[in-house]
């Protein structure tokens, strides 16, 4: 018998083999398996217009046993399956620090252009002049969102952009003389990404405190003491940081770490907020990534696609990987390979092209007003969710009163909520029940919810999830227990997430 793959649900009562799917109010009809019906097809094969050959037995081997289906039940089953998706075409997906935002079908429809689609990545600069301005306008786009000099495209996404600075970073000072340099300074908050990307790249990280969401300068000039200031390479900082803070005293952050000798890197994963209203270059950074998956609007999860372009001072330019686009006084383009100290490649050929157009295409159409909307909206949108929920969801870093807002996102720790005998996930699961992605836990407070609504989100969307997070606290308010086996109304029950993760099965038997 042959099966189409499909999600088997790990309930916690048992009861895997249900045929009743109820998604929200409306049940669906019985889910059949197995839709393979001996002859039919999906479509017809043309006919054989080469001379007949008798292949080897042994290359034919026994045949493959295909599921055979018509065309129509084929369609039904793919989209049945998209149709389980939670996705942020479909849904409210507030995942706090991934910017998970709608992505403006212009895009796609630029990306898929043939001219663009269809290029092959060995075709010569000469045939493909359309194509490296796009990806040089790209930089140039960038640089100026920056303030810095220089940009390079080829990372795939945020983490492989950290990676690439730190090499350039190391490969400066070495050849700056000072090859001792390799100690990396990070915030108590930073992101997971930014600790291996140093370690990848041979350096050890040292964490800085933060006090009440902000880096603690004073201990930023004891970690530097402590270690000699002859041996940092970087302090590595996301700001607006992970808190959701903008950190206001990054310029004199900046100052310390210059003053020992080291240098800025910039995590830009939270550019979302500041786009057009700050330039990381004029608060201090000497390198930084951007995340245009995030910032400027791919489709993105699970992993990908995405790019993370860096964007780096002068000094560092003749360290960037190759090949460079780059635009001759004749206003032709060309790939320069042509850099001795090039720290070499980070990726085959030349970057993800096909996501750079979608954030070329975006940042082309918002313009320098549109992305200053952007931040704006984004920062606004936040702002308002966090007024509306504080009283129930306590916010550790959000004080108005006191002239503390949040920048794109904030953290909630719903100290009174646990205390009913809740637990985080339950409050994260009940979400599922209401068509809201469950934000991101755990971090950067131990037990927290980081909520980033983005500024793609109409205001009715905002006051629905104000009235589901506000529905949920009196639920447990009224009877904790409730929110044990949520989800309840989902397309799958709460799995065991460490049996789905040590022995995933991912057909239905
Ligand atoms: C998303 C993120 C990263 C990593 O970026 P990827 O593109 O997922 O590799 C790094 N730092 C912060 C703060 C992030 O939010």
Redesign the pocket.
């Known amino acids: 018998m042959t099966t189409f793959m499909e999600i088997k649900p790990t309930t916690s009562q048992g009861d895997s083999k249900s045929n009743a799917v109820v998604r929200g109010a409306r049940a669906v009809e019985p889910l059949i398996f197995e839709k393979s019906v001996a002859g039919q097809r999906a479509v017809d094969l043309p006919p054989l217009d080469v001379p007949h050959a008798d292949l080897p037995e042994e290359l034919l081997g026994d045949g493959i046993n295909l599921p055979e289906i018509g065309q129509h039940d084929l369609m039904t089953h793919y989209t049945h399956l998209s149709d389980r998706n939670f996705s942020v075409d479909g849904n409210f997906y507030p995942l706090g620090?991934?910017?998970m935002k709608h992505n403006p079908r212009i895009n796609e429809w630029a990306a898929a252009l043939p001219g663009l689609a269809s290029l092959h990545p060995l075709q010569d600069d000469t045939q493909i002049q359309g194509a490296l301005r796009l990806l040089y306008e790209t930089r140039c786009f960038l640089e100026e969102i920056s303030g810095l000099d220089e940009v390079c495209l080829q990372p795939a996404?945020?983490?492989?952009?950290?990676y690439t600075a730190l090499k350039i970073i190391r490969a400066y000072f070495k050849d700056n003389g000072q090859p001792q340099r390799n100690i990396v300074l990070a915030p108590d908050n930073?992101?997971?990404?930014?600790p291996a990307s140093c370690s990848m790249c041979g350096c050890s990280v040292n964490m800085v405190k933060s006090i009440s969401g902000y880096t603690d300068l004073d201990d930023l000039r004891r970690q530097i003491d402590k270690h000699g200031a002859e041996n940092i390479a970087a302090f590595m900082i996301?700001n607006p940081?992970?808190a959701g803070l903008f950190d206001s005293k990054i310029a004199e952050a900046a100052d310390i770490i210059h003053d020992a000798g080291a240098k800025l890197y910039l995590?830009g994963?939270?550019m979302n907020a500041i786009l057009g209203k700050t330039r990381p270059a004029d608060f201090g950074a000497d390198l930084m990534?951007f995340?245009t998956?995030?910032t400027f609007s791919t489709p993105?999860g699970c992993?990908g696609p995405?790019a993370?372009p860096i964007a780096v001072r002068k000094e560092f330019a003749p360290y960037l990987p190759i090949p460079q686009v780059i635009m001759a006084d004749d206003g032709s383009f060309s790939l320069d390979r042509d850099r001795q100290k090039s720290i070499g490649k980070v990726r085959s050929f030349t970057c993800q092209f096909g996501v750079l157009v979608r954030c070329w295409t975006y940042i082309s159409a918002c313009g320098p007003e549109g992305l200053r909307n952007v931040a704006e909206k984004a920062v606004l949108n936040a702002n308002y969710l966090a007024a509306k929920l504080r009283d129930v969801y306590e916010m550790p870093y959000f004080d108005p009163e006191n002239g503390r807002f949040c920048a794109h996102e904030f953290v909630t720790v719903p100290e009174k909520l646990l205390a009913k005998g809740v637990t985080l996930n339950d409050i994260a699961k009940r979400m599922i029940d209401y068509d809201v992605h469950p934000p991101t836990m755990h971090w950067p407070v131990h037990d927290c919810l980081m909520i980033e609504p983005t500024e793609t989100e109409s205001k009715p969307t905002l006051d629905r999830f104000v009235s589901v997070m506000l529905n949920i606290a009196k639920q447990i308010n009224e009877d904790a227990s409730s929110l044990a086996d949520a989800p309840t109304d989902a397309t799958i029950r709460r799995a065991d997430e460490v049996a789905a993760a040590r022995k995933p099965m991912l057909i239905w038997e």
Do not use: R, Y
């Open positions: 620090s991934c910017t996404a945020g983490a492989h952009g950290e930073a992101h997971g990404t930014n996301t940081n992970t995590d994963a939270n990534h995340n998956h995030k993105h992993g995405g993370g």
